[in-house]
C-alpha cells in the first residue's frame, strides 16, 4: 500500500480518502496551499491525497482549469532534450549563466534506487549523497530528480526537483525546467512567478535537509536555474531567478498552517471523501463531508484549486464577503454575511452588535454607506 503524504500507512486522513492510492503532495499543492493558508479544507484534502478534481466533479463541479495531456507530454519532451548526451545542454547552460568553468561532471539518477522507485528509499539516497555533496566528497555531482521532504501542516510531503547542480560558486543551484517558452530572453512573468514559487518550496526543503545533515543552509544558492525554450524552437535557453522574496513568504505561509490530523480529528463521525466508485458514497454524504471542513473561499482560488467552484457557491448561499475578494472580506472582519451588512447600514437598522470590535467595523461601513449616498451613490 503506498504511504499517503502524511507518511502514516493508516490514520484518520487515511479513512477519510478511502481505498484509492494517495494523490501525492507536489511543490504546485504546497504553493497553493500557502497562497490560501487559513483554508482547513484544501489543507485537509492535499493531506489525505484525495483526488480533489474527482471529488469536485461528484459534487457537480467539474474543474475548469489544468495542464492539457499535450502539455504534459511537451514538457517531459523538451525536459528529456535538456539532459540527453550526457546532459550537454544543462552543462552549456550553467556554463553561460554561472561562468562556472562546467565541462563535464558525474550525473547521479535518481528516478529510481537499483531499480526501486519507490519516494522512501529515493529520498533515502537523496539524503546520503546530499550529506557527501555538503561534506565536499562530492563536488562534481549532479543530482537528476533527487526527492527531498517537507513538513506541511503535520504532514510529510515528498518532493522532486528537476536537479540539483554540484557547487558552483560555493553553492549549490537548484535547476527547474519548464515547457513555456523565452520570446528574445522574455519569458511570460506569470509563469516564471509561478516557477519561482516551486524553486521556492524546493528551496525550502532542501535548506533543512543540509540542516539536518548538520550542514550550512546557505550552501543552498538564493536563485536558481529556470530553463525555457528559446524563442519558438526547442532550443534550451536559461538564466537565474532570485527566489529569495517567495522564499520568505511561503516559508512564513507554512508555519501559519493548523496541524491537518487535529482538523481531520474534530471531523464529524462518518465523515468521507472516498470518491472511489466501490464505496457508492453519496453526493449527499460528500457534500456534508466537505461542508464540515472550513473553507477562505476568494475568487482568486478559481485559478489554482479544483474545489473553487463548489466553494464559490457555497460562499454565495451563504453570503459571504470574500465571494467579492480579498478586499471585502479584510474591510469586513467578523461579518460572515454581506446580507447581514446590508441589513446594518442603515442606522436603525437592528440592535447594536455586542462586540466592541464587531460595532466598530460596522460603524466604519456605515460612514461610508453615508459618504457613498453624500456624493450621489442612491440608495443601498
Known amino acids: 500500500m503506498p504511504l499517503p503524504p502524511s507518511g502514516v500507512p493508516e490514520d484518520r486522513l487515511t479513512l477519510l480518502r478511502g481505498p484509492l492510492p494517495p494523490k501525492p503532495y507536489d511543490a504546485r499543492k504546497i504553493t497553493a496551499l500557502t497562497t490560501n493558508p487559513g483554508c482547513d479544507r484544501r489543507a485537509v484534502l492535499d493531506a489525505a491525497g484525495v483526488d480533489k478534481a474527482e471529488l469536485a466533479r ?23 532534450l535538456v539532459k540527453r548526451d550526457g546532459y550537454a545542454e544543462l552543462f552549456r547552460l550553467l556554463r553561460e549563466e554561472t561562468g562556472a568553468p562546467v565541462a563535464e561532471a558525474a550525473v547521479t539518477d535518481l528516478n529510481d534506487v537499483g531499480g526501486n522507485a519507490t519516494l522512501t528509499v529515493r529520498q533515502k539516497e537523496t539524503a546520503r549523497l546530499i550529506e557527501r555533496m555538503a561534506a565536499g566528497d562530492a563536488d562534481r555531482l549532479i543530482l537528476d530528480h533527487p526527492v527531498l521532504t517537507l513538513e506541511v501542516a503535520g ?37 516564471v512567478a509561478q516557477a519561482a514559487k516551486q524553486a521556492a518550496v524546493y528551496a525550502i526543503a532542501l535548506r533543512r535537509a543540509f540542516a539536518e545533515a548538520g550542514h550550512d543552509p546557505d550552501l543552498v544558492a538564493d536563485q536558481f536555474l529556470l530553463v525555457c525554450p528559446k524563442d519558438f524552437g526547442n532550443r534550451p535557453y536559461g538564466r537565474l531567478v532570485d527566489l529569495r522574496q517567495e522564499h520568505d513568504t511561503i ?47 476568494a475568487p482568486g482560488c478559481l485559478s489554482f484549486c479544483e474545489m473553487a467552484r463548489f466553494c464559490r457557491q457555497e460562499a ?18 467578523g461579518l460572515n454575511s454581506t446580507r447581514a451588512v446590508l441589513a446594518r447600514l442603515d442606522d436603525d437598522a437592528g440592535p447594536p452588535a455586542a462586540d466592541p470590535g464587531l460595532a466598530e467595523v460596522i460603524e466604519h461601513l456605515r460612514r461610508a454607506e453615508r459618504l457613498r449616498r453624500s456624493r450621489g451613490g442612491g440608495a443601498a
Not at 547542480?165 to 517558452?181: M, N, Q, W
Not at 496541524?259 to 472511489?276: E, K, Q, Y
Open 316 to 333: 454565495e448561499d451563504c453570503g459571504l464577503p470574500a465571494r467579492l475578494g480579498s478586499g471585502a472580506r479584510n474591510a469586513m472582519p
Open 251 to 297: 516559508a512564513f505561509q507554512l508555519e501559519r498552517l493548523h496541524r491537518t490530523t487535529d482538523i481531520a480529528a474534530s471531523l464529524p463521525a462518518g465523515s468521507t471523501f472516498d470518491v472511489s466508485k466501490e464505496s457508492g458514497r453519496s453526493i449527499a454524504d460528500l457534500t456534508s463531508s466537505a461542508a464540515a471542513l472550513g473553507a477562505a473561499y
Open 155 to 191: 504532514s510529510t510531503a515528498y518532493l522532486e526537483p528537476d536537479a540539483l547542480t554540484h557547487r558552483i560558486g560555493g553553492r549549490f543551484h537548484l535547476v527547474e525546467i519548464k515547457s513555456f517558452p523565452a520570446i528574445d530572453g522574455v519569458a511570460d512573468p506569470l509563469d
Open 58 to 80: 461528484r459534487l457537480g463541479y467539474d474543474p475548469r482549469f489544468g495542464q492539457s495531456p499535450f502539455a504534459i507530454t511537451r514538457g517531459l519532451a523538451f525536459e528529456h
